[in-house]
Structures are given as structure tokens and as C-alpha cells.
């Protein structure tokens, strides 16, 4: 058990929407500037966050979600990812409360801050209002007796208005004002409809960032944010899974791009400390898996929108369909699952040719399919785990497939809705769920110890012939 002391804060809102990105990311532009060394974390299992945090701190952004793991783990990577920091900063998911299927708090940006100890700043969209403000922040500080918001945020602020407000925060709260942001359009980041684009579409984002940072020094109080981040308590933490290491340090190979952009680079710690080597490569870019390709992980990401050009990269087809026959070991999830499909569909509707290790079509639907979390359970031994295993996992993708599989069974927490879904078999797992191995280390173990397999059964060169698309 490690006790330590950390300066941290947590960024919620009353409802998605209200500008929390924003905030976070120009706090930590501004602190950055500052000469602070920073630490950042989204609460959740979004992907595309994170990717702004990264941008800004130059380092990975992680996420913290207490469905898929307990309070103990979420405490342990709080610490291992923020020991050489000055600062954490957590930004929440939608609405303060909202938690698992709408109607509990649990692990939402609450659950989190009530975990980690984090004192919350609640960011309001300050238009409409004035004396009701103060009912508002005084509900949320009340709806729960160990809150933990104590201070607040006005986004897209009349600069001429504050001054009231500020004075009604004052008399008629207990939290602290903590300054406003005015609209601010030129450093607006674009939506589609999986949220905010990525990081790495946004025009100008280091411009923009700038721009929030000069605004955040002048009309936030980040001295106020620096000292409510420097009172909260120590924190206790227990040591995190240590994996079972293999040999051989198998190579994984990972596909990273604009089109598989989705990464829980915890996912990758993991199985680096299981003894895996671990290679990106581009499906977009790239004609061969990297030299001695042991194991392959297709996450998820925006395959619909490359479809022309994955499709038209027949060598890279070519290449994993002849490696899937050899039975490389194989996660597909989501955009990955997508791509293994017989044929993809782009948000225009045309179809694409695609690998053709899963039969089947993927074509847009107009609808979210088994939006949120479930915990998937196997049906048969597979390359991750025994019948009978299970992981907590979550699924977010318009787009479907009239072949899901199912070897897996997924069931959502709450309201025990159930569905069939992945293909697995000794070495795949492909299916729209989406995988965080903290949720159940075991499968990460079982992933490092079935490519090291690989390498050491391929080690008279056939793996060479088998990844460059070579004849069985």
C-alpha cells in the first residue's frame, strides 16, 4: 500500500455540451505555459479526449473508469501515471451524476472525484440565468453531501455579465468563483457524430489551444485552480496487476492512423510488461506488417471514412488475409472489426472490398448500436480466455454488421439486455466491443503468451512469407 500526495482536480458539467473540453484543455495549455508538468486523465472509456490531452502535454492521456475496474486499480494509475508530475487534471463524462445506463452515479465524474479525492470545478453555460444560478450550482453541491465541487466555471460568458454573476456565486454558494471564458467561435473544435473530431483533424489546434490559454490567464483564476488542487488529501493506493511475462518478446503489431485512431494505451503497457514488443503500423500507409509480426490488434477508429483508400491498399489486404490464415493472433475491435469484414460501406453508402476474414457486409444504420457498456462473457475457449470468462467492456459505433458473431455474450449493466456478438476461435477475437485489459488482465496475459506462441512455432522463417502475403 503506497500513500501519496498529489495536486489534482477534476473539470465536470452539469450536461454534455457545456463546453468541459474546452476548459480543460485551454487550464492546461495555460499551465503548461506556466512551466507546470501535467498529468491528464478523462473519466470514462471515451477515446477521442484524450487525444486533445495528449496534443498538450506531449504525453498520453488516460483514462480512469471505475466500470470496467475497481477503486483500488483506478487509485494505482491515478499514481503510476502522475509520479512525476506537478498536477493531475481529470476531465468528467456528460453530466456530473451521470453514471452507468443513466440512472446510477456509479462511474461517472462524481464516483471518480469521490474516489480519487479530486475537488471538482462544475463549468455552467452562464446564458439565461442570473439569480437561478445559484439554485443550479446549489443543487448540484446539495444533490450528494460529499460532492466535492468546489468551485465554478462560467463557459461562453457575456464578459459584461460576469461581474453579477460572480457576486451571486459569492452571496448566494458556498463554492468559489473561479472566473468565465467568453464565446470564444475561432477556437471552437468541430463535432461528428461520434463526438468532437480528433485531435488530429483540427486545423490550427496549437493556435487554438494558444488562444484558449491567453483567454484562461486573463479571465480564470488558475491561481484559485492551483490551490484547490494543492488540498486534496493523500491518497492510498495498492500495487497494480503485475502480468505473468513471456519469452521471446513476441512482436505486436498495432495499426495506428487517421482510420485507427482509438487506444487505451494502458491496453499496450500491459502487454509490453507481459514481455511484448509492441510496433505501430499504418493500414492507410503501409503495404506489409512491420518485420516479425507475432500478433495484430485492430482497434477502433474511423475506417468508414478511409474506406476508398483501405480498400485500394490491396497489398495490405492481401498481407493480413494470407496472416489470418496462418493463424496469426488477432484482436479486431470495433473499426478493426469493421475493416476484416468482406465488404465496408463509407458514410456515402458505397461499398469497399476489405479483408474478407469475417463474411459479411458492414454498412451504415443511422442509429447507435448497443450504445454503452456491457460485460461479454465467451461461449467457447478462445484466444483471450476460457468459456465461461468474462470482461467488462463497451460499445459506440453507428455502423453494423449483418454478421456479429457470437461467440461472445454481452449483457448491459442494469438492465440486463443481452445480445450475441464477437467471432473468436483460438487465435481471433473480432466484435464490435471494445476491450480495456485492466477490466481483466488475464486477457491480456493470454493475448502475450498466444503470439509468443506464434513466434517461437514460426521461427524457421515462415511468418516472414506469411505477413509479406505470401502463398500458404
Not at 126 to 148: E, H, T, Y
Not at 186 to 213: C, I, P, W, Y
Not at 420 to 446: K, M, Q
Amino acid at each position: 500500500m503506497s500513500l501519496f500526495s498529489l495536486p489534482r482536480i477534476l473539470i465536470g458539467a452539469a450536461a454534455s455540451g457545456s463546453g468541459k473540453t474546452t476548459v480543460t484543455c485551454g487550464i492546461m495549455q495555460a499551465l503548461l505555459n506556466r512551466g507546470l508538468r501535467l498529468s491528464s486523465f478523462k473519466c470514462g472509456p471515451d477515446y477521442i479526449d484524450p487525444m486533445f490531452h495528449s496534443r498538450i502535454i506531449g504525453a498520453a492521456s488516460r483514462n480512469l473508469d471505475l466500470f470496467f475496474t475497481g477503486e483500488e486499480t483506478v487509485k494505482a494509475l491515478l499514481l503510476k501515471h502522475s509520479k512525476d508530475a506537478d498536477l493531475a487534471l481529470m476531465e468528467g463524462v456528460m453530466g456530473y451524476y451521470d453514471g452507468v445506463a443513466g440512472k446510477t452515479a456509479a462511474a461517472g465524474a462524481y464516483d471518480l472525484a469521490r474516489v480519487t479525492g479530486a475537488p471538482s470545478i462544475l463549468v455552467l453555460q452562464a446564458r439565461g440565468m442570473s439569480l437561478s444560478l445559484a439554485a443550479l450550482i446549489n443543487g448540484f453541491v446539495r444533490f450528494r453531501p460529499d460532492s466535492g465541487i468546489r468551485g465554478v466555471i462560467l463557459n461562453r460568458c457575456p464578459p459584461a455579465l460576469y461581474p453579477l454573476l460572480k457576486e451571486i456565486i459569492e452571496t448566494e454558494t458556498d463554492v468559489r468563483p473561479l472566473g468565465y471564458l467568453p464565446d470564444m467561435a475561432e477556437a471552437a473544435f468541430e463535432s461528428r457524430h461520434l463526438g468532437l473530431v480528433t485531435a488530429a483533424e483540427v486545423k490550427n489546434l496549437k493556435d487554438k489551444l494558444q488562444q484558449l490559454a491567453v483567454q484562461c490567464e486573463k479571465t480564470l483564476d488558475l491561481d484559485g485552480i492551483l490551490e484547490l488542487a494543492a488540498a486534496a488529501p493523500a491518497l492510498t493506493a495498492k500495487p497494480l496487476f503485475a502480468p505473468r511475462r513471456v519469452d521471446g518478446a513476441p512482436r505486436i503489431a498495432v495499426a495506428r492512423d487517421e482510420a485507427f485512431c482509438f487506444h487505451y494505451e494502458d491496453n499496450y503497457d500491459l502487454l509490453r510488461e507481459a514481455g511484448a514488443d509492441i510496433v505501430f503500423f499504418s493500414p492507410l500507409q503501409d503495404h506489409t506488417l512491420p518485420d516479425g509480426t507475432a500478433g495484430l490488434f485492430l482497434g477502433g477508429g474511423y475506417p468508414e471514412l478511409h474506406a476508398r483508400t483501405l480498400s485500394g491498399n490491396k497489398r495490405m489486404l492481401e498481407c493480413i488475409g494470407a496472416a489470418r490464415r496462418r493463424g496469426l493472433p488477432t484482436i479486431a475491435e470495433c473499426g478493426g472489426f469493421l475493416y476484416l469484414h468482406d465488404q465496408l460501406e463509407d458514410d456515402t453508402g458505397c461499398a469497399y472490398p476489405m479483408a474478407g476474414v469475417v463474411k459479411g457486409r458492414a454498412s451504415k444504420s443511422g442509429r447507435m448500436g448497443h450504445f454503452g457498456y456491457a460485460a461479454v462473457t465467451a461461449g467457447r475457449d478462445n484466444l483471450l480466455c476460457r468459456a465461461g470468462e468474462s470482461i467488462r467492456a463497451h460499445e459506440f459505433h453507428y455502423w453494423q454488421s449483418d454478421n456479429e458473431g457470437g461467440d461472445f455474450h454481452a449483457e448491459k449493466p442494469v438492465t440486463g439486455k443481452s445480445w450475441p456478438c464477437v467471432h473468436a476461435d483460438g487465435s481471433l477475437y473480432a466484435g464490435f466491443p471494445h476491450l480495456y485489459f485492466y477490466a481483466n488482465p488475464r486477457f491480456a496475459e493470454s493475448f502475450a503468451a498466444a503470439c509468443a506462441a506464434y513466434a517461437a512455432a514460426d521461427g524457421s522463417g515462415r511468418r516472414d512469407k506469411a505477413i509479406h502475403g505470401g502463398d500458404a
